[in-house]
């Protein structure tokens, strides 16, 4: 039997027909996932590779180009879940570099394309391609009236309740005397830190973990409900501002340089890291700096767009079918990378979720070894057919959890055998069951010791109780030997206790005895969060918090009345409701409180009293490595004072706190003029000791 040819491989000559209409239905389905769906299947390099080939045989063979191919359209159909708008101004996409190469190819085509009617120097505005999810805003009269997706350049979806949620797109232009109308381009995204909460949330909660921050950002913009979207943070970076022909022009800057100061007059975020170059090596230059650098950011980028800064010369290159001939998308190589399925193992997490997992061949990616990659779910494994044995491509974004996301079967071992996925928890022995409505398996066995011993570390966890020195090494001792079964037990071990445990001293103990006691002046917030009530993340805690502020509040509610409060759903509010109905969770109420944690909103008081003037409303950045601080804990410090912790340096940034390696945010401040404070300095300023 012959094997299936791979898609990727190029043909022989005479099948060049056939090649062109495998590559058309290929990328033409791909696009309808990725655009319309929002469920990509084909990863982003794999998809660039067979465009570009399918490009290269229609230029090589021009009788080959059809009207259908994805060559010959802007993008694909809008999703019909919104109302369809069209564009005041159409959206193009961009064409790709991937290499220095290609990138003054592109020099030379716009050069020619410019038949010799170019100014004796050309500048060029540099800005992170931010993978995210582009938007279109309209205001008029300086009133946002509208915000779409792009869909297909020229509709896309009316999602304005969603846009109006996004703290960083102004409702009302900051401008005396705006234009009748102005069209704004810019990228919705998902900070890092948001992306990993939400997942954490939805891990909670037993859903399906979003594969990036891209997907994430579109998933949201799409929601129906406009709560769910003002609950996920989406930011925003603005990049163009356009005035449709029949307002006066007078008011628009002449350049692309001056444009992003524009739109950051008039109250956009614009990415403060960009550059005005003054020669594509300098351009070269800026892509250098960021390869590396762009780890350290707190949203992904995959590239830098370059464009021609003069309106003027934009004018007069104007469009081929699909790009503008004055800008280019210089991306970053696909951070993927294959390796060989050696074993397929599952965990079994707090709430019982029985998670696969494929252990790897060790291999380099995103800066880091990578050795496991989730699998998600049972579905998922049957899906993609993965097996022990297999080649398979794992993805890894800046610091996301690496996932496969193919598998080689033209190279798969012969004998290989499905895998069958475990109907006992691998842990207590329990059937394990799956929801009717959901697509993870579960132990539902509470006295399971995984379920026991995920509660306890997510209990003792940072963004929880941060109790310092409680990890999974000392909580399985513990559950070996009988000493807790609740995290209540917790607050009622003893010196003899710990000292009978395997390696446990008396200084370690006393340490952690210590650290349990610190951890009872956590606020409220925290407590409920460290419950692990299924759907409460650390978001949906605060805001249950600050709402209801005693934990009898909480208690008594009914589930409609939990779900008045912004952002929390009837999910959210029932699966509140009926944990607090069971005697089991009433009793470890009480012996908690009985211990001295805080069930009431007290603890934002004395918050509130150690803010100093120093700090109160200021703005900090920190790079680099500290000598003893953990990131984490100076952001905590900050806060707890009163202070702001952004992630990129600008004019409004007060303070950059500087340590070992610190990169190209030290330049930028010294660049800006903006004090450096060293770990030292930072404590002193927290301290009052300034």
């Not at 993978?131 to 896309?156: F, H, K, P, Q, W």
């Not at 005895?513 to 409460?536: M, N, T």
């Not at 984490?632 to 940034?653: C, P, Y």
């Not at 030290?666 to 000791?689: D, F, N």
Request: proline share 6%.
């Amino acid at each position: 039997m012959s094997k299936e040819r791979n898609p990727s491989m190029p043909p022989e000559s005479s099948d060049l027909s056939q090649r062109a209409q495998e590559l058309r239905n290929l990328l033409q389905r791909a696009s309808y996932e990725y655009h319309v769906l929002d469920s990509p299947t084909l990863e982003d390099a794999v998809y660039d590779q067979l465009y570009r080939e399918l490009q290269t045989l229609e230029e090589q063979h021009p009788e080959l180009i059809t009207a259908d191919s994805p060559t010959q359209r802007v993008g694909e159909k809008p999703a019909t879940q919104f109302t369809s708008v069209r564009h005041h101004i159409p959206l193009y996409s961009l064409e790709n570099a991937f290499n220095q190469d290609e990138l003054k190819a592109w020099e030379q085509r716009w050069q020619r394309a410019a038949d010799g009617d170019i100014p004796d120097s050309v500048q060029y505005v540099c800005e992170l391609k931010i993978d995210g999810s582009a938007l279109a805003l309209t205001y008029e009269d300086g009133l946002l009236v509208r915000g779409a997706t792009r869909g297909n350049g020229i509709e896309g979806e009316d999602i304005t309740q969603n846009v109006r949620t996004i703290r960083t797109i102004p409702l009302r232009l900051d401008w005396a005397a705006p234009p009748k109308r102005l069209e704004i381009r810019g990228e919705a995204f998902l900070p890092l830190d948001v992306f990993e909460q939400i997942n954490d949330e939805r891990a909670t909660a037993g859903d399906p973990l979003f594969a990036n921050p891209r997907n994430a950002a579109a998933g949201t913009l799409r929601q129906l409900d406009s709560r769910v979207v003002a609950k996920r943070r989406l930011d925003f970076f603005a990049y163009t501002a356009l005035f449709p022909e029949d307002n006066d022009r007078s008011i628009a800057t002449d350049n692309q340089w001056d444009s992003l100061e524009q739109l950051h007059s008039i109250g956009f975020r614009v990415n403060p890291n960009r550059r005005l170059c003054e020669s594509i090596d300098d351009v070269v230059a800026f892509y250098e700096d960021w390869s590396s650098d762009r780890h350290d950011l707190p949203y992904l980028t995959d590239g830098v767009v370059v464009k021609i800064n003069s309106f003027a010369l934009q004018q007069t290159l104007g469009f081929t079918q699909k790009f503008p001939r004055w800008a280019i998308a210089l991306k970053y190589p696909a951070e993927e990378s294959p390796t060989l399925v050696e074993n397929i193992s599952v965990n079994v997490g707090r709430t019982g979720a029985v998670t696969p997992l494929a252990e790897l061949r060790p291999v380099q990616l995103a800066g880091t070894t990578v050795s496991r990659a989730t699998l998600h779910n049972r579905d998922f494994i049957a899906e993609l057919d993965i097996r022990v044995g297999d080649t398979v491509i794992v993805r890894k974004a800046g610091e996301i959890i690496p996932e496969v996301v193919r598998v080689l079967k033209e190279l798969r071992p012969d004998g290989t055998q499905p895998y069958p996925f475990p109907t006992e928890c691998p842990v207590c022995g329990q059937p394990v069951v799956q929801p009717e409505d959901e697509a993870v398996t579960r132990c539902i066995n509470r006295s399971c010791p995984a379920i026991l011993k995920g509660a306890l570390v997510h209990w003792a966890s940072r963004g929880a109780l941060d109790i310092n020195g409680l990890g999974e090494k000392w909580v399985d001792q513990f559950l070996s030997r009988d000493l807790i079964q609740t995290v209540a037990d917790l607050y009622t071990l003893t010196e003899d206790d710990l000292i009978q445990v395997e390696r446990m001293g008396k200084k370690s103990a006393q340490n952690l005895l210590d650290a349990l006691e610190i951890s009872k002046q956590q606020p409220w917030s925290r407590v409920l969060f460290g419950l692990g009530i299924r759907h409460v993340g650390s978001v949906n805690a605060q805001l249950l918090a600050e709402h209801f502020t005693t934990v009898e509040a909480l208690q008594s509610a009914m589930p409609e009345t939990i779900e008045t409060v912004y952002g929390i759903g009837p999910e959210i509010a029932q699966s509140v409701y009926q944990w607090f109905q069971v005697p089991a969770n009433q009793t470890l109420i009480q012996r908690l409180k009985d211990a001295g944690l805080q069930f009431a909103g007290a603890a934002s008081v004395q918050q509130a009293e150690q803010q100093n003037e120093a700090i109160a409303g200021k703005t900090f950045v920190l790079t680099g490595t500290l000598p003893n601080l953990k990131r984490d804990e100076a952001k905590d410090l900050i806060q707890q004072a009163g202070g702001k912790v952004t992630g990129s340096v600008s004019k409004k940034t007060d303070y950059v706190v500087v340590g070992e390696d610190a990169g190209s945010k030290q330049a930028k401040a010294e660049q800006l003029g903006i004090p450096q404070l060293s770990e030292v300095q930072l404590l002193a300023l927290v301290e009052g000791r300034s």
